[in-house]
């Protein structure tokens, strides 16, 4: 399924953090949002994830405005994966991903429904969680069951807003490996909004940077990482490689200098 953006505008109050933004996402592709903290990524995933309303602007879902669905509809073709801190905590792992189950059935839970309540569970590694309360988990714990809801939802779409933030390595890893395996045997339509430039430029296929709400680059991993851009994105000079066929973005800092990204 395609993602349309076009003409995207968004304020908070009077500040307005997404400024004409426009970019599209092929069926089956795996994309990646890059920008710098309040480059205004987050935002645009809840405005596709019709947890915002935009001010200005369309997102079309195979050529279909989003907002003219109803909130069932939607959740029948857009899986939304939070920030951790955003977790359902009153719930047991196994309560809140059958949530992503509830735009398909009716009074209650089918055998099919839970069937894949539990392959979700088992897919992100939480067997052994399941009865646990979300409230007693770590961050990386409640971003995988965050991210199981999102995969038992069974949509044609997924966005995620930064899931890999609280996880260690391994699960980082794994998490995108998921995602882009689900792009490519599924067909699923993937955005990820995500800080780690090299992660991105290894697992995705596109990726768009933002800069104070607007799209700076929009492309391949090779057309859209530029050393002059990122430079200028995150104020920090970088140098760009290519690594056995990655592209790889390294910061140019000395010994003892401070920097942040
Ligand atoms: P990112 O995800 O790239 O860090 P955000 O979309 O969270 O960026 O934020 C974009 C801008 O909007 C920032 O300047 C941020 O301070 C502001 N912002 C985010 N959420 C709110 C909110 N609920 N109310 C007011 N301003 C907000």
Same mark, same amino acid.
């Given at each position: 399924? @395609?993602i349309d953006?076009?003409?995207? $505008?968004?304020s908070? !109050?009077k500040?307005?953090?997404?400024?004409?933004?426009?970019?599209?996402v092929p069926?089956?592709?795996f +994309?990646a949002?890059? !920008?710098?903290? !309040?480059?205004?990524?987050s935002t645009?995933?809840?405005?596709?994830a019709?947890?915002?309303?935009?001010a200005? /602007?369309?997102? *079309?879902?195979?050529g279909r405005?989003?907002?003219?669905? &109803? $909130?069932?509809?939607h959740a029948?073709?857009? /899986?939304?994966?939070?920030?951790?801190?955003?977790?359902?905590? =009153? *719930?047991t792992v196994r309560?809140?991903?059958l949530?992503g189950r509830?735009?398909?059935?009716?009074? #209650?839970?089918?055998?099919?429904d839970?069937?894949?309540?539990d392959? #979700?569970?088992?897919? *992100?590694?939480l +067997?052994?969680?399941?009865?646990r309360?979300?409230s007693?988990l770590? !961050?990386?714990q409640?971003?995988?069951? *965050?991210?199981a809801? +999102?995969?038992?939802?069974d949509?044609?779409?997924?966005?995620? =807003?930064?899931?890999t933030? #609280?996880?260690?390595? $391994?699960y980082?890893?794994?998490?995108?490996q998921?995602?882009?395996?689900?792009?490519r045997?599924?067909?699923i @339509?993937?955005?990820? #909004?995500i800080?780690?430039?090299?992660?991105?430029?290894?697992f995705c296929?596109?990726?768009?940077?933002?800069? /104070?709400?607007?799209?700076?680059s929009? /492309? &391949?991993?090779?057309?859209a990482?530029?050393? =002059? @851009?990122l430079g200028?994105v995150?104020?920090l000079?970088?140098k760009?490689?290519?690594i056995d066929?990655y592209?790889?973005?390294?910061?140019?800092v000395e010994?003892?200098i401070?920097?942040?990204?």
């Amino acid at each position: 399924m @395609t993602i349309d953006i076009k003409n995207i $505008r968004f304020s908070y !109050g009077k500040r307005e953090v997404l400024q004409d933004v426009s970019f599209s996402v092929p069926d089956g592709r795996f +994309a990646a949002l890059l !920008g710098p903290n !309040g480059s205004g990524k987050s935002t645009l995933v809840k405005v596709i994830a019709q947890v915002h309303k935009s001010a200005g /602007g369309e997102v *079309l879902l195979n050529g279909r405005e989003a907002s003219t669905l &109803t $909130r069932r509809e939607h959740a029948r073709e857009v /899986g939304y994966v939070p920030q951790s801190g955003e977790a359902p905590f =009153d *719930l047991t792992v196994r309560e809140a991903v059958l949530l992503g189950r509830t735009p398909h059935f009716g009074m #209650a839970p089918r055998t099919a429904d839970w069937r894949k309540v539990d392959e #979700a569970i088992e897919l *992100l590694g939480l +067997a052994e969680l399941v009865d646990r309360n979300m409230s007693e988990l770590s !961050g990386g714990q409640q971003q995988r069951a *965050l991210i199981a809801r +999102a995969i038992a939802q069974d949509t044609r779409i997924l966005v995620l =807003d930064e899931p890999t933030s #609280a996880l260690d390595l $391994r699960y980082q890893i794994e998490t995108l490996q998921l995602v882009r395996r689900v792009t490519r045997e599924h067909g699923i @339509t993937a955005l990820i #909004a995500i800080h780690d430039l090299n992660h991105a430029a290894r697992f995705c296929d596109q990726i768009v940077l933002l800069h /104070g709400g607007k799209i700076v680059s929009d /492309g &391949t991993p090779e057309e859209a990482l530029q050393s =002059d @851009t990122l430079g200028n994105v995150y104020g920090l000079p970088v140098k760009v490689q290519n690594i056995d066929g990655y592209v790889e973005v390294r910061p140019l800092v000395e010994d003892g200098i401070e920097y942040r990204i």
